[in-house]
């Protein structure tokens, strides 16, 4: 998807220096159109579409990152939330999070897309067990 977005912001680059090339822009704000989708492009290319592509190979080879913590903020459309201050992206669909869970994630190196999320149990150190519980 991400592809087709700066597929799509490329083409209106395009579009827009084209215009400006055969001088068939009215208005003189619409000279600076392509300037203006030139940096959305490598603005989206950058944040977005870069490391997403850079995730294929470590999700073909299955290579992951696994971090633990407490869920500190949950993302307003439910597709993010931060441990430690890091982000990390999902699919809002499968979002069952809630602030304060003890949360081990299973996620991407470069755009920290979760694959798997398992809630952490700790048991109390007075209670016989030093051992840490997982569930999905």
């Given at each position: 998807?991400?592809l ?40 989206h ?26 869920v ?65």
């Amino acid at each position: 998807m991400h592809l087709l977005i700066t597929g799509v912001v490329i083409m209106l680059t395009c579009v827009a220096a084209g215009r400006n090339r055969r001088k068939k822009t009215k208005y003189a704000i619409s000279y600076f159109f392509p300037i203006i989708f030139a940096l959305a492009a490598i603005a989206h290319i950058v944040f977005f579409t870069a490391p997403r592509l850079m995730d294929i190979n470590s999700m073909i080879n299955g290579n992951y990152y696994y971090n633990t913590g407490t869920v500190e903020k949950i993302g307003f459309m439910k597709n993010y939330f931060v441990i430690n201050g890091q982000h990390y992206f999902l699919n809002p669909l499968h979002n069952s999070l809630q602030e304060g869970d003890t949360v081990r994630v299973k996620h991407t190196p470069y755009s920290s897309f979760t694959v798997e999320i398992k809630t952490v149990e700790e048991t109390l150190p007075g209670s016989g067990g030093d051992m840490v519980k997982e569930t999905e």
